[in-house]
């Protein structure tokens, strides 16, 4: 039985990754931070055949200890401060965390090592908020960075130093640029669950508006159960590599809306939003469009879930769970 230790098991990926692994017939170990993190139950009750262990990427020994524990065949890296609005108020905790985290546990990788024969494999979760300011569309390996927020510049540092552990040490450390993924696990601070959320509250009469900043923001949004196969399929290969992890179609806020409102039955959705600049970013990335042809060519990797049926499904959930919600309020 294969051994895969997760971190950021309790983010949304984190669930997705952890499903898929257990399904592939991995035994799936969770990092976990804090102190009685309610959120530790959360996932052993969605996952029972989840191990959940306790460390923090700010920590190097409880690293250590976690990778001595596990003796994992693969480490996954999820854990970050992931937010981009909350890297401009928090940036040397997001540094530390987003940044710094990924060389602490490459480290405790490298000293712990794996087995002679069986050395383990790293996966980590770049972004593609590393091209911020884009130089070229779409962008792919070779299109250079340019972060415009502390995440980005975070991701950069944690993207260099995997390849630099793969060339300096011989890791098979691999990296995901991973361009937006969403799904009914997003938190309620990003913009599309904000969306999904805001509409199905609004269709059950329990807000009036949703408040956005930038709606003319443009973003390569897709289904995050379709991108942790190829986290999966990238530790697979023979050598490691980066790739890119896109839908390759671009969609501004406007267009979410336009989409989520008509899946609520609205025909138009500009009463329904307020918009409001404390929520834009001191500095924007416009538009970001991935191409993913090097991971259709040698991972076999596409995407499955378009925009439509992302809106759809996260819709469709947020009006059960907030129906669900209300329900219990009344009783
Ligand atoms: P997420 O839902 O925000 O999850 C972040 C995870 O990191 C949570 O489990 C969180 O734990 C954990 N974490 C935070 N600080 C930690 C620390 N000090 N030590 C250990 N764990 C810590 O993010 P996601 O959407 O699943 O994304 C997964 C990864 O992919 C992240 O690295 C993100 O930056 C990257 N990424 C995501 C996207 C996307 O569109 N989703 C795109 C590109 C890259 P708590 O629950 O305890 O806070």
């Known amino acids: 039985m294969k051994r895969a230790l997760v971190t950021g098991i309790t983010g949304q990926d984190g669930r997705h990754l952890a499903e898929f692994l257990v399904g592939k017939g991995y035994q799936v170990f969770g990092l976990v931070r ?9 996932v052993q009750d969605e996952n029972p055949a989840l191990e959940v262990i306790a460390g923090d ?24 401060i992931s937010f981009v609005q909350l890297s401009f108020n928090q940036p040397e905790l997001t540094a530390d965390i987003t940044g ?42 070779s299109t ?16 260099y130093t995997t390849v630099n552990h793969r060339e300096s040490y011989g890791l098979h450390a691999s990296s995901g640029i ?43 949004w897709g289904y995050a159960g379709d991108y942790v196969e190829a986290m999966w399929l990238m530790l697979q290969q ?27 039955g609205y025909d138009d959705w500009s009463p329904l939003v307020n918009q409001d600049e404390r929520f834009e970013r001191p500095a924007e990335v416009d538009i970001l469009t991935g191409d993913a042809g090097k991971a259709r060519e040698k991972l076999g990797w596409q995407p499955k879930v378009s925009f439509d049926e992302l809106v759809e499904l996260m819709y469709e959930h947020d009006l059960k769970e907030e129906q669900a919600k209300a329900d219990t309020k009344r009783r």
């Open 144 to 159: 250079p960075f340019h972060p415009r927020s502390p995440y980005g510049v975070a991701k950069v540092f944690g993207h």
């Open 34 to 42: 804090g102190q009685n993190n309610p959120k530790a139950q959360m």
């Open 238 to 264: 023979d050598e490691p590599d980066d790739y890119v992890l896109a839908t390759g179609e671009t969609h501004t806020i406007r267009e979410l809306l336009v989409a989520a409102a008509r899946v609520a």
């Open 178 to 220: 991973c361009f937006n993924h969403e799904g009914p696990r997003r938190g309620l601070e990003f913009v599309t669950r904000k969306v999904t959320n805001g509409m199905a509250r609004i269709k059950l009469g329990l807000q009036n508006t949703i408040t956005l900043g930038n709606l003319e923001s443009a973003r390569d």
């Open 100 to 141: 710094l985290g990924v060389l602490r546990m490459l480290e405790a990788i490298r000293v712990v090592g794996g087995a002679q024969n069986n050395p383990i494999r790293f996966y980590q979760a770049s972004s593609s908020e590393m091209f911020g300011k884009v130089r070229e569309t779409p962008q792919n390996e």
């Open 57 to 80: 990427l700010q920590d190097l020994s409880s690293l250590i200890a976690a990778i001595e524990q596990v003796q994992p065949d693969e480490v996954y890296n999820l854990g970050a």
